[in-house]
């Protein structure tokens, strides 16, 4: 392609592309990724970006975000958490329908996008709530990314996992299936058993009592069944119908049997896991020292070697931040009454910094992040050669790294408005210092520049 003038190259002697690492230039016109030059070629353009032998990466997709905007701005917006969300390396979104009102109908669908646009520095999308079957083709119509169900509702507590998008019933559910199906977008779902786990509250509550520590050993009773069981009848759902599924939470070790037998067998079945059951939740003198500040969920000793390596081997395909901010006050609650504290914590900008701190560890390839973080969320909401990649023809969405840089994290250099972070004073070694969206840089070194509504809605490809 021969142009007069670029609107940006970015030089690197280390680009990941999806055929491998060029030392080379990525040139950008109107927004889209135009060519892929050698190191050598003289291309004029309005500005260069030379980050000599840094690492320079697709943008990151989060298939999993609270923002917690309609409903629950008080812990955060639209606008705050898209800016962490930018100063992390992430340059598109897709956020969670439990907010309120959840995004059961079109019009709730319509007016969620439309507040979503008005504030978002990154491009969005949005997984809207499929616990109404009968307006699933609706929802798909007017812009929904993907379908989201949680299969429980919380005891003690009406947040974050509301009545109003929880699916406990199995029959419905299985309709769920069906219209998910015929509107050809993937159904996600939040796998959980709610007899099992309220017999579980109940023993771990007369046990233990209200706190953190029995909150955290409830939901892994009986081995990790209320999960388990969950995740084989969506699974058998799935084999019936023929759904997109993608399955939420990844890990517990018969849980990523499950999944992996399922993918084995040529199934449309994919799956995710958390940086905070990563990075936090498996090991349990995190959750004696953070308490409240930590849960979320539990990874046992017993689950967690199985997690990780589903997240080697390529059975979990997408990490997904599950970034869910509450204001402090919320979560002291936790420290003698968990069931009525909030579970989730923000973790958006931070997730990158600690996977590439493991990949300097030696534990997984910059290779398997990428995919991990960028391709296969690319390809999971069907975006993939728009986002998700530094091919010709996509998006310039793109990050630089330095892979050397080492820190200390601490709340108080993010940008959460909650103002705190279950990563606090874990050691990190690499960070995002460049952020490009659609060939704009909106952050730089942690400064984030982006003006609110500069995002841009993604309309999904159905089929």
């Keep these: 392609m021969t142009v007069t003038e670029y609107d940006l190259i970015v030089r690197s002697s280390n680009i990941l592309t999806p055929g491998g690492r060029v030392d080379g230039q990525i040139a950008v016109l109107d927004e889209k990724i135009?060519?892929?030059?050698?190191?050598?070629?003289?291309?004029?353009?309005?500005?260069?970006?030379?980050?000599?032998?840094?690492?320079?990466?697709?943008?990151?997709?989060?298939?999993?975000?609270?923002?917690?905007d309609p409903g629950y701005t008080h812990k955060e917006d639209f606008y705050n958490g898209t800016i962490a969300a930018a100063a992390g390396g992430v340059t598109t979104v897709f956020d969670m329908p439990n907010v309120d009102p959840p995004t059961t109908t079109v019009d709730r669908l319509k007016a969620h996008l439309e507040n979503a646009q008005s504030k978002s520095i990154v491009d969005f999308g949005h997984n809207a709530s499929g616990v109404e079957p009968e307006n699933i083709q609706g929802l798909a119509d007017a812009g929904?990314?993907?379908?989201?169900?949680?299969?429980?509702?919380?005891?003690?507590?009406?947040y974050p996992h509301p009545p109003g998008?929880?699916?406990?019933?199995?029959?419905?559910?299985?309709?769920?299936f069906e219209e998910v199906k015929e509107a050809g977008l993937p159904l996600y779902i939040h796998p959980h058993d709610q007899a099992l786990y309220d017999l579980f509250v109940r023993r771990a509550q007369a046990e233990w009592g209200m706190d953190f520590r029995s909150y955290a050993r409830a939901l892994r009773g009986g081995d990790g069944v209320v999960l388990n069981t969950a995740i084989a009848t969506i699974l058998?759902?799935?084999?019936?119908?023929?759904?997109?599924?993608?399955?939420?939470?990844?890990?517990?070790r018969d849980g990523v049997r499950m999944v992996r037998d399922a993918k084995a067998q040529g199934r449309p079945v994919t799956a995710e896991a958390n940086p905070f059951a990563l990075f936090v939740t498996n090991d349990w003198a995190n959750i004696e020292k953070k308490g409240p500040?930590?849960?979320?969920?539990?990874?046992?000793?017993?689950?967690?070697?199985?997690?990780?390596?589903?997240?080697?081997?390529?059975?979990?395909?997408?990490?997904?931040?599950?970034?869910?901010?509450?204001?402090?006050?919320?979560?002291?609650?936790?420290?003698?009454d968990m069931y009525t504290a909030p579970g989730g914590s923000p973790m958006i900008e931070q997730y990158l910094r600690l996977l590439l701190t493991e990949v300097n560890k030696g534990t997984m390839p910059l290779e398997r992040v990428v995919e991990m973080c960028s391709?296969?969320?690319?390809?999971?909401?069907?975006?993939?050669?728009?986002?998700?990649?530094?091919?010709?023809?996509?998006?310039?969405?793109?990050?630089?790294?330095?892979m050397d840089h080492e820190e200390v994290l601490t709340a108080s250099h993010s940008h959460y408005r909650c103002g705190w972070m279950p990563s606090e004073d874990f050691n990190t070694k690499g960070r995002?210092?460049?952020?490009?969206?659609?060939?704009?840089?909106?952050?730089?070194?942690?400064?984030?520049?982006?003006?609110?509504?500069s995002g841009r809605l993604l309309r999904p490809h159905r089929g």
């Excluded at 000793?301 to 919320?330: C, F, Q």
């Design 236 to 252: 058998e759902f799935q084999r019936s119908v023929g759904t997109k599924l993608h399955v939420l939470h990844l890990s517990t």
């Design 293 to 336: 500040y930590a849960l979320g969920f539990w990874v046992p000793e017993n689950d967690n070697p199985s997690m990780w390596e589903a997240v080697l081997d390529g059975t979990i395909d997408v990490i997904g931040s599950d970034h869910g901010p509450h204001t402090k006050e919320e979560k002291e609650v936790g420290w003698t």
């Design 375 to 402: 391709t296969q969320p690319a390809q999971l909401t069907g975006f993939y050669g728009q986002k998700g990649a530094i091919l010709v023809g996509a998006d310039a969405d793109l990050v630089v790294l330095d």
């Design 165 to 176: 998008t929880s699916l406990t019933n199995h029959a419905v559910l299985y309709r769920v």
């Design 34 to 68: 135009a060519a892929i030059l050698g190191p050598d070629v003289q291309a004029p353009a309005r500005k260069t970006l030379d980050v000599g032998d840094k690492p320079v990466i697709p943008g990151l997709i989060d298939t999993h975000c609270h923002f917690r």
């Design 432 to 453: 995002p210092v460049t952020t490009i969206l659609r060939g704009r840089v909106i952050m730089q070194d942690g400064n984030v520049t982006a003006e609110a509504g």
């Design 144 to 158: 929904a990314t993907a379908f989201k169900v949680w299969m429980m509702q919380d005891i003690g507590r009406d």
